[in-house]
């Protein structure tokens, strides 16, 4: 009785996952001693306890269980199928394809699939030509396009994918061991005997005379332990049939919902959607004979008995394709066959479930039909287990983690750009006329050159911008002449450029060669000719301690540079580079109007001096005479006086019927106990994908350079995970104690290889979560994962105490999961470009700068249209992340009829909305917010998520390029698919015209406050002295009705 008390009395006391861990760390110190560790679960043991444990046994089973000699077999002849099939399809070896491929190609046939429901053949044949490119066929592309042969390539895709995922399982062997292909379906397979009870009950539910039995084998998936709705009730035990080459993929992932209407499938497929797009069964035999195939192995056809929580199911006797879910107040849907009512539409019994987790798959039933005669199969069967022991790098245990250190690159190379030859061509002159409106700037640049050669040459122009940027006009002047260029599809661009040079034309051509490079290529430039080159572009500005940030570049991204003098764009004349000259020898002008939403509190310039006129929320300046450009470039800082203020800004198409919109979020939540960063669990993919390069080795740099940004009271967990999932620490400790201990932790790791299974450690985590504030996840990984929706299932479960962030890496990372997991995890997404290491340490500080921060999740807007008829809103970005205290987010969108929107989303658990409205001074008239407009959605096309589903999302974007051209197009905004071109034609006789730079300039007027006079610093009647900006004794001079300020270094 003493004993029990006690026992009663300890879990009394738990009350908290932290004083479990406690409870559980003593009582296993006390225990172990004496006890023997066991490698393998005693039989006796494997039925009891609860469904957890059940799965937990099942997975220590997998990972160190024998696999029998029947089981063996079968498990190759599985495998013999599906790569059999592939092999006979495609001309490639599956390893030469790629996940990213195979989304790709999804979402080219779903969008295929439209095109063919709309009638647009000649479109949807093209996007299978780009199918046919992405997954090479050794037949050719068939020239006619139904619904069949779609459904077919579909199936494909799945089968790649299948064997694609289960490969990183054998550690991408060329030929893994039978034991390796056995643990990659990550289920448990076991024959029964014939004369066992479980093989009777079988049995008597197959009962059919035409039918002969030869195998039952019992099936048990940790998954479907974890995700099975039994409390539905109503459960039956069901038949599903398949082709055996699909069976890899149906044991290792589960039976999945159909990827497109069912209704367009072919017979091929086991579900002939009566029912709409569900996972259907039956509990005939011989309707199940309709959707099996004969093996082409041994000539067996294999067929599932599936336990499926039907619940409330509704008995209907009508087809109805268009079901995506069963009716309402109901969890499955039964078509009664015309042997129960001779009316009904049913030839058999069809049940069906729309969401995976209503079924269990409890027996795989190998079998033939009368009369079918079976293949003798033998295959070489290897027993060893699949040796992982990936080579210890030396680099691993000694990283090098001093990331704050990684320079730019720019800061090394000299402005100005050269070609491989070393011949120069100066830069005489820059202008700049820069807008900014709140967090938007619009920057028209003019730069003047002078081919100082004997020869007519072509040049080109490398220069950076930042990474939000996007180029919307390109116009050149030359002999006095005014070439505009124009926005066209990059091929056609190229092409005219190419054409127009030989013919001895003039010609300008600019690409968007990267995010942060633009080039622009001067073609036929005559020797002693000058060419002004007017570039405009836009941006988002940054928000940093509550102050607006305006910059522009004083030098070139070099680390484009290379490759982007080499790209021959024409053969026919010299190639001479441009460069600048030494910036005091160079012609400098700023002039900028500035528009912010609330009052202005203060303006400083670090880098140049300048001048300026002010009103409240107004502002021009511009700076003095006589300075240059130099390396630091130009910077401005804006100080508002209530920046946190939600605002939306409204801007009229001055020339027809569009309406342009901006929301600005910069909130401030309060901080409480439980929103800062008590808890982070760093999550380290070492799985097979993060072998190859240098993956697992950024991974690791990353996770040290966290551990140094973390405040040292911070608890701190490390969880190494692939197929299975270590941890540092029982629990999470304190940093202050355990910093070197977890960095060896994280030093030492290696790739262990196998699957990425992110859902084990998520559940794990989940069952003990914290008992105040939240856990912060960190997620350090390629986000290619396995078991993706239960996956995200587990994070929307566990949103209430726990956050995940994303950090992605490698060149061939799955960018789209990346941010998916992040939105339903309630965190942000950052991706690491190896292109770009020196702004990693920022990247760090932003996603440590949120842990610590509350945020606002489930965010979505609801634009206001006040026209019933007006045509719903285009959004950018179409899927919103978390909002974070001093973290600024942009939503743009084209929105008629519209000066009103609500944020919706969820903060601390409690629903959070917001209305934002314009006032009459954010309601404007123009082009400039349409262009932004333009440019967030050609980026969110780009970089975003359109779709919740990677498929949908490539389908997606089939769906919106012609939309994205044309937008590019129409504001002139460049996009990956466009470039601009202007074509001078010139005639035999040389143009001797002047171009008149100063009117040009002028015509780019930026002063809108034109009633306030400058004050110049040389007249002598000056009202005040110029002070340096970074002085204290900085002070300005008012007025009644304006107020003038200089402000020098």
């Known amino acids: 009785m003493a004993a029990k008390a006690m026992v009663e009395e300890e879990l009394f006391v738990l009350s908290t996952s932290e004083k479990a861990l406690d409870v559980y760390e003593s009582l296993i110190g006390q225990r172990s001693s004496g006890l023997q560790r066991r490698s ?77 429901k709309e009638g647009n053949v000649s479109e949807g044949l093209s996007l299978l030509d780009e199918v046919y490119v992405l997954l090479p066929h050794r037949a050719p592309r068939p020239r006619q396009l139904d619904a069949r042969l779609l459904s077919q390539k579909l199936d494909l895709c799945q089968l790649i994918r299948d064997v694609l995922s289960v490969s990183e399982m054998t550690l991408r062997s060329p030929e893994p061991s039978c034991v390796g292909k056995y643990r990659a379906l990550r289920c448990s397979i076991e024959v029964l005997p014939p004369d066992s009870a479980a093989f009777q009950n079988v049995a008597s539910l197959l009962q059919d005379r035409t039918i002969q039995i030869h195998q039952v084998m019992s099936v048990s998936r940790g998954a479907e332990l974890q995700s099975f709705k039994a409390e539905l009730g109503n459960m039956k035990s069901l038949l599903h049939a398949s082709s055996p080459s699909n069976f890899v ?110 079924v269990k798959i409890k027996y795989v039933v190998r079998f033939s039909v009368e009369g079918e005669q079976l293949k003798d199969f033998h295959p070489a069967v290897d027993m060893s287990a699949e040796l992982c022991q990936p080579e210890m790098d030396q680099e691993l245990l000694s990283v090098d983690d001093d990331m704050e250190n990684i320079k730019n690159p720019l800061e090394d190379v000299t402005a100005g750009l050269l070609d491989s030859s070393g011949q120069q061509l100066p830069l005489q002159a820059v202008h700049v006329k820069c807008k900014l409106m709140d967090l938007l700037s619009q920057v028209i640049i003019f730069q003047k050159y002078t081919n100082l050669s004997s020869v ?24 006095g002449k005014h070439v505009v260029g124009q926005v066209k599809e990059k091929e056609t661009a190229r092409r005219e450029y190419k054409q127009a040079v030989e013919k001895g034309h003039g010609a300008y051509l600019m690409d968007q060669d990267a995010p942060d490079v633009f080039t622009i290529s001067v073609g036929n430039l005559p020797p002693g000719a000058s060419v002004l080159i007017k570039v405009t572009f836009v941006s988002e500005l940054v928000v940093r301690d509550g102050s607006v940030l305006f910059s522009l570049p004083g030098s070139v991204a070099p680390w484009q540079e290379s490759a982007t003098l080499k790209q021959t764009t024409q053969v026919t004349v010299q190639k001479v580079c441009v460069t600048d000259d030494a910036a005091n020898t160079r012609e400098f002008t700023l002039d900028m109007s500035v528009e912010m939403p609330n009052q202005i509190s203060e303006l400083r310039c670090v880098t140049h001096q300048v001048k300026m006129k002010r009103t409240d929320c107004k502002a021009v300046v511009s700076v003095l005479p006589g300075q240059a450009m130099g390396p630091d470039g130009f910077q401005l800082s804006i100080s508002l006086s209530e920046v946190h203020l939600p605002r939306m800004w409204v801007e009229k198409h001055p020339d027809k019927e569009s309406q342009a919109c901006m929301l600005v979020f910069y909130p401030d939540f309060e901080l409480d106990s439980g929103s800062g960063a008590d808890e982070v669990v760093l999550l380290l993919d070492t799985s097979e994908s993060m072998r190859g390069g ?90 290619h994962i396995q078991n993706a929706a239960l996956t995200l299932q587990l994070l929307r479960d566990d949103s209430e105490h726990s956050r995940l962030f994303t950090c992605g890496l490698s060149p061939t990372a799955n960018r789209h999961m990346l941010r998916a997991l992040a939105q339903a995890g309630g965190g942000a997404y950052e991706f690491f470009d190896t292109k770009t290491k020196h702004n990693w340490a920022e990247k760090v500080v932003r996603q440590v700068k949120r842990m610590s921060s509350p945020c606002c999740s489930s965010v979505s807007v609801k634009w206001q249209q006040f026209n019933p008829t007006a045509p719903p809103p285009v959004q950018a970005p179409r899927q919103l992340h978390a909002l974070f205290s001093d973290h600024h987010t942009l939503v743009y969108g084209l929105v008629p009829h519209c000066t009103q929107a609500t944020l919706l989303g969820k903060l601390r658990g409690q629903e959070l909305e917001t209305m934002v409205s314009t006032t009459e001074l954010q309601k404007t008239r123009g082009t400039f917010l349409h262009k932004l407009t333009a440019r967030a959605l050609i980026r969110d096309y780009e970089d975003g998520s359109l779709e919740m589903t990677e498929a949908e999302h490539e389908g997606k974007k089939a769906e919106l390029k012609s939309f994205i051209v044309e937008m590019s197009k129409e504001f002139s905004v460049l996009s990956q698919f466009t470039s601009f071109v202007a074509i001078e034609e010139r005639d035999q006789q040389a143009e001797d015209g002047v171009t008149d730079i100063l009117k040009l300039i002028t015509v780019e007027d930026v002063d809108f406050l034109p009633y306030i006079s400058w004050t110049s610093p040389q007249d002598d009647q000056a009202p005040m002295e110029i002070f340096n900006l970074m002085s204290p004794e900085f002070e300005s001079w008012s007025c009644d009705d304006c107020e003038v300020s200089y402000f020098m270094n």
């Open 40 to 116: 393998s679960v005693p039989p006796e043991a494997q039925h009891i306890g609860s469904a957890p444990l059940q799965q937990l046994l099942l997975e220590e089973k997998l990972n160190s269980g024998s696999v029998s000699q029947e089981v063996a077999v079968f498990v190759e002849m599985l495998w013999t199928e599906a790569l059999g099939r592939l092999s006979t399809v495609l001309k490639v070896p599956i390893s030469e394809l790629s996940l990213n491929d195979v989304s790709r190609a999804e979402g080219l046939l779903l969008q295929a699939q439209k095109n063919l």
């Open 249 to 358: 993929g149906i044991l290792s992932r589960g039976l999945l919902l159909p990827r497109v209407g069912v209704e367009h499938h072919g017979i091929e497929r086991t579900d002939v959607g009566n029912l709409g797009s569900g996972i259907y069964f039956t509990d005939s035999v011989g309707a199940s004979l309709k959707y099996s195939r004969r093996s082409e192995t041994d000539r067996s056809r294999l067929l599932l008995v599936c336990v499926v929580a039907l619940g409330r199911c509704k008995d209907v006797q009508r087809r109805d394709p268009t079901l995506s879910r069963a009716p309402e107040g109901h969890h499955s849907v039964h078509g009664v066959p015309r042997a129960q009512d001779p009316q009904s539409d049913f030839e058999d019994d069809e049940f069906v479930v729309y969401s995976p987790d209503q």
């Open 456 to 479: 007519p040459i072509e040049a080109k122009y490398v220069f950076p911008l930042d990474e939000s940027a996007a180029v919307c006009g390109f116009e050149a002047f030359i002999n």
């Open 694 to 783: 240098e993956s697992l080795r950024l991974a690791q740099r990353i996770a040290l350079q966290v551990l140094r940004k973390l405040p040292a009271s911070t608890r701190i967990n490390v969880v190494l995970f692939g197929t299975d999932h270590a941890e540092a620490f029982l629990k999470a400790q304190p940093l202050a104690d355990v910093r070197q201990a977890a960095e060896s932790f994280i030093k030492r790791c290696s790739p262990a290889g196998g699957s990425t299974e992110l859902w084990r450690p998520l559940r794990a985590l989940g069952l003990l979560p914290p008992s105040r504030g939240v856990r912060n996840l960190l997620l350090l990984s390629d986000g």
